[in-house]
């Protein structure tokens, strides 16, 4: 395991571990535990696998860190190293406080995902609950191949539920209220604060730099509030709040905004003028005005300061949408910095500059733009879904063949007129043969629909789905090339078996005890 | 389609043609014909470019004698790069239609900044930096001590095409600003001096207007173009303020700092040559005593710098003799500076004419005319023979040199007002020079005497008798289009009082009240609330748009916008107006709507359209005057009414309207497009402000639109919106607004078209 190379961030030696001496890690993507004396660890522990870390109260004699996984197991270490464990304890703590969060939301945001899933799709949620709950699959393996089909639907789609945007005016929702005594009252939900985070993600790091040990979250709101960077008309005074950092940054930000300059040469000022006048001609004198009162400071700052809250108001709404489809999107990937994007920057120009001069009117039969078609696999566009047929497909070349096959047999087919029944008697035959005729009459051959209780079909419905699941999972691993595919195939082998014996055997028995005159047809389909 | 103007075979390179086009191409063919000069205004999106190019070009191969060339200026090089692109289309339609390959080489000229293909020299960011990197590299002493000592860095480019380019002509062709650098490229060859002498053989020029209004440049670009050329000034709306500019200096007291140093160095320079090589020096005077100034066949890569005044008043005899030595004219320049260092002394303002300058100039310090008409002249023989590579540097004293020139060769049109403080810091010394040229027929005139056809076009020139009476000529034809539509697809509304009754004005009385203030912030609050899209909104000065939007911030109107509108303000700085139109647009692109909140005569106003839904309406909050108190533009008005019986509030309402309607027509891009326009002063519904608006917006101004309520003002532009909203097709248009081939050549449609001009 430690032959992988992985930088260790910190190491604590002298921890106790279930009363044994050692030495603990803490690793780029876990933390782990190692015996003295044994060059391998005995506990190790992916940090999204944690929940949460615990540790011992202040006054307590021994110095405690407990890690909570989300199994609901939990591992304690005991600092053991008696003059500095205080020390290494809180270093473990922090680094852990800085380090998993991260994990965090990659953990939680699969989870959410899965879940989100199994909620909005009730067919999946079933097949869940008869393979995973059953035990018949695993549930990894029940969303191995399940997560990589949903990504490229969703990249495919874009993504079902459109990401709600942000208010431009969301500061303006936290009204301050008199609470009647010399104070003020904000209101904050959680969408503003969500708002607010998304908007500034400097305020978000500082929340999460602070809020749970240095102030509770009231206080950090109330700071805010209180922050020049909040009202921004307020010039700063220079006292030092913790929001001064993030007024720094985001004129750092907005700077380098700025000096990226513009993508879209019809809009870039800087080359608007072709020759500008030399300093010192021309008959108005735009001189740095260096005397600026405060007001007209402050006033300033507040023209910046909306400039640079649309800005992010517009970054934050798009930062999901990470793929919109127009060129201005794909080139900015191209162009690395202003300058050397020279020899990039002709085709949006030309682009801008087309349409700059095009009088839609005037020309003739220019229709509507289309979209151009984005296929991920063209013939399954023409041919629309095909029934998953294990053993055989057809190929465009088998269909053509079979369609001119088809074709050649009906210019060789001659009716021969003669043989044929008279009408009457073939109208007689069709109403005997349909159902509610004379023949059908007692006939088997009545909607199963009618026969079977509606519970035993939903129940066949379902085993057929988790069958289908099944044979999916089985099918995916040919061609077997690998000796990894080979296990897994054998491993669905026997979770086929398995799923024949738990559950198709008790069924299709239950359904030849009740419904013995039925059961030809259904077996036929239980039996695939 | 194939057009019979008058008899001249058009090409006009759609199916389609707008009735204004034709009428265009009548107006300007006649102009042509009488080889005079023209006005003629019609409005923004109705294919002035093209209807131009179409009818220019068509003459020129009808008439090649008659006309050789096209120069066509423009105000920005965007502006320049779609005047290429839409003459490219033209030329692609006559390969199209006759099937010969096309002879004509048309190309695009525009600074080194936006020409140089030297790696170094075009990585960097102002045009200055890389006019003076191109010059150390490219000046012809520098080229000459590479062949002695070859590490001497040169240029590449302009090596080689010094050494071929020259021979063979650049195919002919149409080439943009990109098409030269990727020729250049391709050749190894300097697209800048490749672009400059291909000018003179092109058969259409397309470049920014200082090429040919700014005598410095000038002189270098565009002195051999041939005079049976038709000049066309696109945009030109504002072309007095460029000539003007072209031919104004501001000195301040950190110019003259940094001229001192620029005499001390060239002092010490001297010095040094006279040691080491004294024999240049002797060289230098014996070529200015026999007056051959420029006898040493300037090479076009030294002239950097060339002479400020207009090339008819260059004295064509050599260089008096107190300076013509060396030491003796840094000794003169010295003097000079002094003197403007002690005039800059001051303590009240002083405003005086040119003699009165130079009258004074004589008792004090006993400079005569002659040497400082000559200054400008000098001082470049002295930079050239001193060999000093960074001409950038030596700016402050170019620009003394300059005014020294410009002082001594006009007496007239001229004056020099010295403020020892600006007016809203009186405490605060900054003294300022001001030579300010009044007269801006001064610098075009040049221009009309030289080309026999100038075409002065925009589609805000109204009123159309005022430029030629400001720039001094005499047009032959002088007309203004209107704009025929299917559907009225503009709608300026006058918005006078807000609901509570009181007045909406900017004027100075009332402006900084708060009533008013407020009223304007609900007429952008409800227009945000019901106008989709892009909102685009202007203000008087800068100044006034910051305390506005300061109070709309403590008001929480700024607030109520944003739940409607995403806000973006432009701001003095260039960059970061450049970042927020783009995300302005980028709002409007992607749905959730946007205001720009914006300043009138600034660069938003001026050079970016907002076609479609990029702006859906315009509001123009308050009349955009100049800044009255200036004392540059009193004197101006007063030589305006001496000279040109020009009334000055009559200049002053004009100059304001043309800005505003310059404003509001950055929405209109177009028969297909629509937009509100909203004044919103009162003073607007004012006969003497209205009928200064292009006739293609005053006429939609019912009398029913003149002094409404914001309420109001609501109810007619949501009616109006509604309407637009519905497709519009076609042929909905078609007879009407748009013709086809036939439809033109009917009886009926030619009396209709011949009203759509309006002869001023």
């Not at chain 1, 960077?229 to 940054?249: L, P």
């Not at chain 2, 030269?180 to 001096?193: E, I, S």
């Not at chain 2, 927020?580 to 970016?608: D, F, H, T």
């Not at chain 2, 020009?646 to 297909?672: P, S, W, Y």
């Amino acid at each position: 395991m430690a032959a992988l190379s992985e930088e260790v961030l910190l190491v604590v030696k002298r921890v106790r571990q279930r009363k044994q001496d050692g030495t603990l890690y803490l690793m780029t993507e876990r933390i782990a535990w190692g015996p003295e004396g044994k060059d391998r660890f005995t506990v190790s522990h992916l940090y999204a696998d944690i929940r949460c870390q615990k540790i011992s109260p202040d006054g307590k004699s021994k110095i405690q860190l407990q890690l909570v996984l989300h199994t609901g197991e939990s591992t304690t270490f005991h600092f053991a190293n008696e003059s500095t464990a205080l020390k290494d304890r809180d270093a473990a703590k922090d680094l852990l406080q800085q380090l998993l969060p991260k994990f965090k939301k990659k953990a939680n945001k699969q989870l959410e995902e899965k879940n989100k899933m199994l909620q909005e799709d009730p067919v999946l949620f079933q097949l869940y609950k008869d393979l995973v709950v059953s035990q018949v699959i695993s549930a990894e393996e029940f969303w191995a191949s399940r997560l990589k089909l949903s990504s490229v639907e969703h990249s495919l789609s874009n993504n079902s539920k459109q990401e709600v945007g942000i208010s431009a005016a969301f500061l303006a929702d936290i009204r301050p209220q008199t609470d009647g005594c010399n104070g003020l009252k904000y209101n904050l939900t959680s969408d503003i604060i969500e708002s607010i985070f998304k908007t500034y993600p400097a305020v978000k790091q500082k929340y999460a730099e602070n809020v749970p040990h240095n102030l509770t979250e009231k206080e950090f709101w109330t700071r805010f509030f209180q922050s020049h960077y909040f009202h921004r008309d307020r010039i700063n005074t220079g006292q030092q709040d913790i929001f001064s950092e993030c007024a720094k940054q985001d004129e750092k930000g907005l700077k380098s905004m700025v000096v990226q300059g513009v993508k879209n040469p019809m809009v870039d000022l800087l080359s608007l003028e072709d020759k500008t006048l030399d300093e010192g001609y021309g008959s108005l004198t735009v001189g740095p005005n260096s005397s600026k009162t405060v007001k007209e400071n402050s006033n300033s700052a507040i023209i910046k300061r909306f400039n640079h809250h649309s800005a992010m108001v517009l970054a934050a709404g798009l930062r999901k949408v990470d793929a919109p489809s127009d060129q201005a999107s794909e080139t900015s990937s191209t162009d690395g910095n202003s300058r050397d994007s020279d020899f990039f920057q002709p085709p949006i120009k030309k682009v801008k500059l087309q349409e700059a001069i095009e009088y839609e009117d005037l020309q003739n039969g220019s229709g509507p733009k289309t979209i151009a078609l984005n296929l991920k696999k063209s013939d399954r566009y023409s041919h629309g879904p095909v029934p998953l047929q294990s053993h055989h497909y057809s190929t465009s070349q088998d269909i053509i063949n079979s369609v001119n096959c088809i074709q050649e047999e009906i210019s060789c087919y001659k009716p021969c007129l003669t043989r044929v029944m008279p009408s009457s008697a073939a109208s007689s035959a069709i109403t005997a043969l349909s159902p509610g005729g004379l023949l059908m009459q007692a006939g088997t051959q009545q909607a199963v629909s009618q026969l079977v209780p509606t519970d035993v079909q939903s129940e066949l419905k379902h085993l057929y789905t988790a069958a289908g699941e099944l044979l999916r999972h089985f099918w995916s691993c040919f061609p077997v090339n690998t000796p990894f595919l080979e296990e897994k195939v054998v491993k669905m082998r026997s979770n086929l078996e398995r799923f024949q014996s738990t559950k198709l055997r008790p069924f299709q028995e239950k359904i030849q005890r009740e419904y013995l005159s039925t059961n030809v047809r259904l077996l036929l389909l239980v039996n695939l | 389609m194939k057009l019979n103007i008058e008899g001249l075979l058009v090409y006009f390179p759609y199916d389609y043609i707008y009735p204004e086009q034709y009428s265009y191409m009548l107006e300007l063919k006649r102009t042509l014909d009488a080889k005079g000069h023209g006005v003629l205004e019609m409005p923004s999106g109705t294919g002035k470019t093209i209807s131009l190019l179409s009818l220019i070009v068509a003459y020129q191969k009808a008439y090649p004698l008659e006309v050789t060339k096209l120069i066509y200026c423009s105000r920005t090089v965007p502006e320049i790069e779609k005047v290429v692109e839409e003459l490219r289309k033209l030329m692609e339609f006559y390969t199209k239609e006759t099937g010969e390959k096309n002879n004509f080489l048309a190309l695009a000229l525009s600074s080194r900044k936006n020409l140089c293909i030297h790696p170094e020299v075009s990585s960097l960011r102002f045009g200055k930096e890389v006019d003076g990197k191109c010059h150390s590299l490219t000046a012809s002493y520098i080229r000459a001590q590479h062949h002695s000592n070859p590490s001497q860095p040169v240029c590449r480019f302009y090596e080689e095409f010094d050494a071929v380019g020259r021979q063979v002509p650049i195919p002919s062709g149409i080439y943009n600003l990109d098409d030269l650098k990727d020729f250049g490229r391709k050749k190894g060859w300097c697209p800048y001096y490749l672009a400059r002498y291909s000018i003179l053989h092109a058969n259409i020029v397309v470049y920014s207007y200082h090429y040919l209004l700014d005598p410095k440049i000038a002189d270098l670009v565009s002195k051999e173009l041939a005079k049976k050329s038709v000049v066309v000034f696109d945009e030109a709306h504002n072309i007095d303020n460029v000539c003007i500019d072209s031919m104004s200096v501001n000195i301040t007291r950190r110019t003259l700092d940094r001229c001192q140093t620029n005499v001390d160095t060239l002092q010490n320079t001297i010095q040094r040559i006279k040691e080491t090589d004294a024999a240049k020096l002797r060289e230098e005077y014996r070529r200015l005593v026999e007056g051959l100034k420029e006898a040493n066949v300037a090479r076009e890569t030294d002239i950097y710098l060339s002479n400020p005044v207009l090339p008819d008043e260059v004295l064509q005899e050599a260089i008096p003799g107190s300076i013509r030595t060396a030491e003796h004219f840094v000794g003169f320049l010295k003097r000079f500076l002094e003197y403007l260092k002690a005039r800059l002394r001051i303590h009240h303002v002083v405003q005086e004419s040119s003699p009165q300058f130079l009258k004074d100039i004589y008792e004090k310090v006993c400079i005569d005319r002659k040497p400082l008409r000559f200054c400008a002249e000098r001082l470049r023989s002295l930079l050239r023979t001193l060999e000093i590579a960074d001409i950038a540097d030596f700016s402050p004293i170019t620009l003394i040199s300059h005014f020294a020139t410009l002082v001594s060769t006009y007496s007239k049109g001229f004056t020099i007002i010295i403020e020892p403080f600006e007016d809203k810091t009186p405490t605060i010394a900054n003294p300022v020079l001001h030579f300010s040229c009044m007269d801006p027929s001064i610098a075009i005139k040049p221009v009309f005497e030289r080309f026999q056809s100038v075409v002065i076009t925009s589609g805000t020139l109204s009123p159309l008798d005022i430029y030629p009476r400001i720039l001094d000529f005499r047009p032959v034809t002088m007309a203004s289009f209107t704009m025929t539509l299917a559907r009225t697809c503009l709608c300026p509304l006058i918005v006078g009082r807000g609901n509570d009754q009181v007045a909406m004005s900017s004027k100075f009385e009332t402006r900084e009240d708060f009533a008013v203030i407020r009223n304007y912030g609900n007429l952008l609050l409800e227009m945000s609330a019901i106008v989709p899209d892009g909102i685009v909104a202007f203000f008087t000065s800068y100044v006034y748009m910051e305390n506005i939007v300061a109070s709309w911030y403590e008001q929480g109107i700024l607030e109520n916008i944003q739940r409607n509108k995403l806000i973006f303000i432009e701001t003095p700085d260039a960059a970061e107006t450049s970042m927020a139109l783009e995300k302005y647009q980028e709002a409007c692109e992607n749905g959730r709507g946007a205001i720009l909140l914006s300043v009138a005569r600034g660069k938003v106003s001026e050079g970016i359209d907002f076609v479609h839904h990029f702006g859906r309406a315009v509001i123009m909050f308050g009349v955009p005057y100049v800044y009255t108190q200036s004392r540059i533009l009193k004197a101006r008005l007063e030589y305006l009414r001496d000279q040109f019986q020009i009334r000055e509030n009559d200049f002053l309402t004009f100059d304001a309207m043309r800005h505003a309607a310059q404003c509001v027509g950055r929405a209109i891009r177009g028969k297909t497009d629509y937009g509100l326009m909203i004044f919103a002063d009162k003073r607007y519904a004012r006969a003497d402000k209205r009928g200064k608006l292009p006739r293609w917006i005053q006429e939609h101004i019912s009398d029913g639109s003149l002094n409404l309520t914001i309420d109001e003002t609501v109810q007619l532009s949501k009616h109006f919106l509604r309407q637009m909203a519905q497709p519009f097709r076609r042929e909905d248009q078609l007879g009407l607004s748009l013709l086809t081939l036939e439809q033109l050549q009917s009886e009926e449609m030619l009396e209709k078209i011949s009203q759509i001009a309006q002869q001023a």
